[in-house]
């Protein structure tokens, strides 16, 4: 079984040719284009699960090229090669729809995790659409046969939906087990915010909300370097600004889930701080959803009692507990810290 199919634009051919050794080695079909109007035209004509296109190259540059490509297909994947690594150069990739980016000269370990990963998105997308086409098909099977097979057409209905969601969430728990810091995380926040929020007498259903939000609250990290996630030490202003798209990220690959429009907004804010300084809205106060406010004290918590690479060693459950009482009225909604203060002997 072929691993993907990938697309190489680059003016240089030995740098194509050492791309397609690689990733022909590991099982991937590629085929490359020394200029950008072959691989316009390569584009055109096939499909290929990632792109990977030279950032400067003469005739065409590489972001009018992505432009195209993004064009021709809003769904195609694309990755940026560059040997001029710039943080500006590489937000507008991004802003012009790039996936991921690779420097030269590249590692091989590199290049074959951004191949994968990149492939591994444009297939959850592609499955994301047969899966919504399918649910839209009972959507109109339902308004043509409503008088008689209403009740078992609506199951039928929801069991898609959970089927997709349980899809969804099995991609987000291995992701969180990749990586042994952050092993069960996304479980845990679900369990302390379902606490916080049946302490503040949420109805059934925002706390199925709150809970769903969780377990899919990391599934933007999919597009984050490994490297980055895992890196000891602080990371650096652009490490950090890539680290912040990881929301957003989440939100967007969902997005198409219609039935989850309340669950998307809880995961783009939870990362919102109650003083305005959070990300990626800078809203404030009751501007963030409660849901999102719950899912901060609990994600805050998971990470301060768990190890992590940038940390010597773990929180304990009462140095946690009093960061986050320190940090009540700024970074935490403080009714939302004094419904944790009473149920904190439970987590």
Known sequence: MVEGNILVIDDEEVICNLIKDALTEKGYSVVFATNAKKGLELAKLNSFDAVFIDLRMPEIDGLAVLMQIKQLNADNVA?????YPSFETVKEA???????????PFELESLLFTARRAVAFHRLNQENKRLMEQITQENILLEKKVQERTKDLRNLYRRLQTTFVST????AKALDARDHYTHSHSENVAKYAVLIAKEMQLSTKEIDEIKNACELHDLGKIGIHDYILSKPGELTPEEWEEVKLHSLK??????????????IILIREHHERYDGAGYPDGLKGDAIKLGARIMSVADTYDAMTSKRPYREKAFSKEEAVEEIKRKSGSQFDPKVVEAFLRIADKF
């Open 250 to 263: 989440s939100a967007e690959i969902l997005q198409p889930l219609d039935f989850l429009d309340e669950v």
């Open 79 to 83: 990755v940026m090669v560059t040997g």
């Open 94 to 104: 991004i802003r012009w729809g790039a996936f991921d980016y690779i420097t030269k």
């Open 168 to 171: 969804v969430k099995a991609l």
